[in-house]
Nanobody, 116 residues
Framework: QVQLVESGGGLVQSGGSLRRSCAAS????????MHWYRQAPGKERKVVAV????????NYADVVKGRFTISRDNVRNMVYLQMTSLQPEDTAVYYC?????????WGQGTQVTVSS
């Protein structure tokens, strides 16, 4: 069974940090680019970070650049999102996503709430 299981969400104060984790199973993890998306209440889901299959290429949305870091471990089939200097506007449901041509796999999503 192909699945992405996320962990590491929760409540944090403004200026704090959180680390999101996403465990992949049932797929050849190293064949997939990995993404982190987020969706705030009443808004569309948007990508915040992308990492290539080998981990050598990374891209970030401008709003998180310099604060968030995406990484992956192709031995443990894990992808991570280290979030620092969190602000209330970072409050959203965060999703990990595995993508290759014709295939897009989503995690269940986990709430991250940043209090002011």
């Amino acid at each position: 069974q192909v699945q992405l299981v996320e962990s590491g969400g929760g409540l944090v104060q403004s200026g704090g940090s959180l680390r999101r984790s996403c465990a992949a199973s049932g797929l050849t993890f190293s064949n997939y680019d990995m993404h982190w998306y987020r969706q705030a209440p009443g808004k569309e889901r948007k990508v915040v970070a992308v990492i290539s299959k080998t981990g050598t290429a990374k891209n970030y949305a401008d709003v998180v650049k310099g604060r968030f870091t995406i990484s992956r471990d192709n031995v443990r089939n894990m992808v991570y999102l280290q979030m620092t200097s969190l602000q209330p506007e970072d409050t959203a449901v965060y999703y990990c996503n595995a993508f290759r041509v014709s295939t897009s796999i989503w995690g269940q999503g986990t709430q991250v709430t940043v209090s002011s």
